[in-house]
């Protein structure tokens, strides 16, 4: 069995302007199982990820994933950075984060290892999200000043 955090509550607490949507994905790392998770993730909150032209653009321009086994616990640990630009090509966010998934029993197969790496990009997909719940209508909407 794998521990893991559960979105439920993530779901009920966390809201995201209506501008987010539809957002651009832009990566310069190999994270296609990532994407798919945080896609996934995203459609909860009615969020939809493109990778066609829209307003806001999402860029992750790094992930690194560390396994670690320590007896008979597995752990995976995430670390990402990303932002987040707007129409007027802003960067409103620049944040890193990181997200961890321990086995609690011995990961055996690779359907186990693969089963614990999707925990992983799950958990990290909520908290990306949570961080994107900290973008404003203001951020997103509000244009360059002009220099006189």
Not at 4 to 23: H, I, N, Y
Not at 76 to 83: G, N, P
Not at 88 to 101: L, P
Request: hydrophobic share 40%; net charge negative; with cysteine.
């Amino acid at each position: 069995m794998f521990l893991s955090a559960c979105g439920f509550q993530l779901r009920q607490e966390t809201v995201l302007v209506d501008t987010l949507s539809p957002m651009v994905w832009q990566t310069e790392v190999e994270a296609s199982d990532f994407y798919q998770s945080f896609r996934t993730e995203l459609a909860d909150f009615q969020v939809q990820l493109v990778q066609k032209p829209a307003d806001v653009l999402f860029s992750l321009h790094t992930l690194e994933v560390n396994d670690t086994l320590l007896g008979k616990v597995r752990t995976l640990r995430a670390t990402a950075v990303w932002s987040l630009t707007n129409q007027w090509g802003d960067t409103v966010i620049y944040r890193r984060i990181s997200s961890e998934q321990v086995s609690d029993t011995l990961v055996e197969t690779d359907s186990d290892l693969a089963q614990l790496t999707a925990e992983l990009h799950q958990a990290l997909s909520q908290n990306l999200i949570a961080q994107l719940s900290q973008v404003t209508l203001d951020q997103l909407d509000s244009k360059p000043t002009e220099l006189p």
